[in-house]
DNA sequence: TCTGGCCCTG
DNA sequence: CAGGGCCAGA
């Protein structure tokens, strides 16, 4: 029922056309319903860790994720085959040495666990038995002999077991199982004749125990923990062997409060002991199926902490390593003229600026003056220039625009010119580096003097020195607004798994990162403004703050404004049950609805039915939400116009400008007003990462306009419909997370 | 006739 | 953002 028009037929649905590359490259992973699953976006290291955890059905749903990887080609190796005993294969690509080790690890860990567990009772056992079958007192001295010899021989294979076992856990692991182990040596020879009865436990019996301990229900777990501590372990793992002969003497020495000093010291650690120490140990003591069941439990209530720590340090780790390259985002619409020589005041930087009005600080959430521009937008829209080159219509002045064009060199595509602002992004993996091209506009109209260039992250990357200059009669653009607040960005369902499973108040800092690096595939990237904690993580301070918070007045969309059909306020989180479906539309969906406007400007009725699963639809929800996407696309095309005419009349009142025409292009960057305004309609809160797709489609929205207002095609009643059908075509899949019912915290 | 898109208005 | 009018395609 796509009727309407040339716009939309199935057969050209954007949205399929587009699955196969957009899938990889915006999010990772969002296949198009029925579409195979593409993963060969780029994963941050680690993440596949985090991301198991972050699926709806929690650390569960591993194995078969890590399948999904295998098939897919990435490098991570399926851990359960490692459990079953599977023979050891190269690690593809070879891409990170610390997995290899991790999983080798993890394999070792379930091995040595069983080999430990039977060697323990095995020592007891044998000594009892032989000592209840021979009762004679010479007996008893062969016995002896025999039992010093076990006892070497079983001190050697422990030390080995424990070696692995270290490995997999660490050092500190080690240390107490060594001390733990000596002691129990030690009472063992020391009563020689003591225990009975749990100590007659067969070795079925172990394997039961054993079996019970990584039966189906705990196997996740326990290999997420594995997981976990292999790669928490791994820092400490090179010094492994420079300590060992350490160890080896202390564990002789028996000096077990040495010890226990000296992991006092390793907070990090500190969690894993009390594993060890209670729930480890009293597994194999209490021995049955409680035991496991209390390992496993100990498991996973050790696997959230874990976790965290272990997002704590890639978070750091990724954020040092990109703190310099998100310095200074770009901003500001520009006319790109890599051969620019007109101005040629800054690094061959040309810049035609039309003047950003004098930012104000960019407060996530604050207002700014997106009201204002589009309450002028109305007018401009009748504002129809007559046939021919559009004239000098009166510099709206009120307008904030930065049109500037940029000095960067980037070789030209084919169809669009020089490449988009993307690919000067490198850090931007998940971006969409593998979007089909996007369209340019026919007939570009002459350019546009120059000013000079803001501080653009884009072009700065390749000129960094090309930021400061005062070349033309515009006066140096404002410094740009704060970025678009590239802070530690948590899908809803992510913030809300951390904060159930990570209680710890150190996790409250989460360092500042970049959401380019964590969001992988099925995220939304979701952000929060500087110095503060994912808003779930708030929760746990106080819940109102949430809820006030991130509560967003919403008019119009349902009389009590409120959340209906199953708001929850869930350990302190505004969060929306998916369980069941709604008849009405709540302010929740709205927000969602307009964060997926950043990838489809043109969702079908089905679609919306995808995204939306905990809405009853019926004909009247189907064309509310219909309505708001046609408002949607109203504000959109409402300010790529009125920026493209800003634009034209810029370049109309600078001569010279016609000849650098070509191939400049307008850009839309993250500083821009445009940008500005665009975000602060669709994403007030400012809590997600506006995809760079969507900074492309609506760069090749405002050449549209631009070039059809330059040519004079606006005089045509219709001329807009040319560029609807151009827009519609690059409508991008959505992010398998929109799938999930709820609704975005913040 | 139904659906859905655009435009205009409030 | 919603309502209503208009239009076009199925």
């Known amino acids: 029922m796509n009727s309407p028009s040339d716009l939309f037929d199935d057969s050209s649905q954007p949205v399929r056309a587009f699955a196969p590359a957009l899938a990889s490259a915006d999010h990772g992973v969002h296949p198009q319903p029925g ?15 985090i991301h198991h955890l972050l699926q709806p059905g929690g650390p569960r749903r591993i194995l078969s994720v890590n399948r999904q990887q295998e098939e897919d080609g990435v490098t991570v190796r399926r851990v359960d085959e490692d459990i079953d005993g599977g023979e050891e294969r190269p690690v593809e690509g070879g891409k990170d040495n610390l997995l290899q080790v991790k999983k080798r690890h993890g394999a070792d860990w379930s091995e040595d666990a069983l080999k430990m567990k039977r060697m323990k009772l ?41 070696e692995r076992v270290w490995k997999a856990f660490g050092e500190k692991h080690r240390e107490e199982e060594e001390e733990k182990k000596a002691k129990q040596r030690n009472d063992n020879s020391r009563e020689g004749d003591g225990g009975e009865g749990d100590e007659e436990m067969t070795e079925e019996d172990e394997e039961d125990i054993t079996g019970g301990m990584y039966d189906e229900e705990d196997i996740d777990g326990g290999q997420m923990e594995k997981e976990t501590f292999s790669l928490l372990a791994a820092s400490t793992f090179e010094d492994f062997h420079k300590r060992k002969e350490d160890r080896e003497l202390r564990m002789e020495r028996g000096r077990a409060s040495r010890l226990e000093g000296e992991m006092e010291g390793s907070g990090m650690w500190m969690d894993c002991r009390e594993l060890l120490r209670g729930d480890w140990n009293g597994g194999m003591e209490d021995e049955g199926e409680e035991g496991g069941q209390k390992f496993a439990q100990a498991l996973k209530l050790e696997l959230g902490s874990a976790v965290a720590r272990v997002i704590d340090r890639v978070l750091r780790l990724y ?33 035609v600026g ?52 940029s000095p960067d060199t980037r070789k030209p595509h084919p169809l669009l010119g020089p490449p988009l602002s993307t690919h000067l992004h490198p850090p931007q993996p998940n971006l969409s580096l593998h979007h089909p091209p996007l369209p340019r506009p026919s007939a570009l109209p002459p350019l546009i003097p120059s000013v000079p260039q803001p501080k653009d992250p884009s072009s700065s990357f390749h000129t960094p020195s090309s930021s400061s200059s005062s070349s033309s009669s515009f006066p140096a653009p404002p410094p740009p607004p704060p970025p678009p607040l590239p802070l530690p960005l948590l899908h809803y369902s992510m913030q809300q798994l951390f904060s159930r499973s990570l209680p710890h108040p150190q996790l409250h800092h989460l360092p500042p990162s970049r959401k380019d690096y964590l969001s992988p595939d099925s995220f939304l990237e979701f952000s929060s403004p500087p110095a503060f904690p994912p808003l779930s993580l708030l929760s746990h301070l106080d819940p109102l703050l949430v809820r006030h918070g991130g509560r967003e007045r919403e008019r119009g969309v349902r009389g009590d404004g409120g959340v209906r059909g199953g708001g929850v306020v869930d350990g302190g989180e505004l969060y929306l049950t998916g369980g069941g479906s709604q008849e009405g539309l709540s302010p929740c969906h709205l927000k969602k609805a307009k964060l997926m406007f950043f990838y489809t400007r043109y969702p079908s009725s089905n679609t919306l039915k995808t995204y939306f699963p905990d809405v009853k639809f019926n004909r009247c929800v189907t064309s509310q939400m219909i309505k708001w996407f046609s408002n949607f696309r109203e504000f959109f095309y409402i300010q790529m116009e009125r920026f493209a005419r800003q634009a034209v ?17 307008l850009r839309v960057g993250r500083e821009t007003e445009l940008y500005r305004i665009l975000n602060m309609h669709y994403n007030k809160s400012n809590v997600y990462q506006v995809p760079e797709r969507f900074l492309e489609v609506s760069e090749v929205a405002l050449r549209e306009f631009y070039s059809a207002i330059w040519t004079g095609r606006d005089s045509d009643p219709c001329w807009k419909k040319g560029i609807y059908k151009i827009i519609c075509k690059l409508d991008s899949p959505l992010p398998e997370a929109f799938r999930m019912p709820g609704c975005p915290v913040g």
């Open 122 to 162: 095995r020592d007891g056992e044998v000594e009892e038995r032989d000592k209840r079958r021979e009762g004679g007192r010479d007996g008893k001295r062969r016995e002896k002999e025999e039992l010093k010899e076990q006892l070497e021989e079983a001190k050697e294979r422990l030390q080995l077991l424990q």
């Open 319 to 351: 954020t040092e390593m990109t703190d310099h390259a998100l310095s200074s985002p770009p901003a500001s619409i520009s006319f790109h003229q890599p051969d620019s020589g007109l101005d040629g005041s800054n690094d061959g930087g040309a810049w």
């Open 354 to 405: 039309l003047l950003t009005r004098g930012r104000q600080e960019e407060v996530p959430g604050g207002k700014g003056d997106a009201t204002a521009g589009h309450d002028g937008e109305k007018q401009l829209q009748k504002l129809s220039l007559p046939p021919g080159p559009p004239l000098r219509s009166e510099p709206d002045q009120s307008m904030p625009l930065a049109v500037h064009r």
């Open 649 to 665: 009349r810029e370049a109309l009142t600078r001569e010279g400008a016609s000849r650098l025409g070509r191939d400049s292009q």
């Open 35 to 49: 579409v195979g699953r593409s993963t060969h976006a780029f994963r941050p290291p680690g993440f596949p860790l």
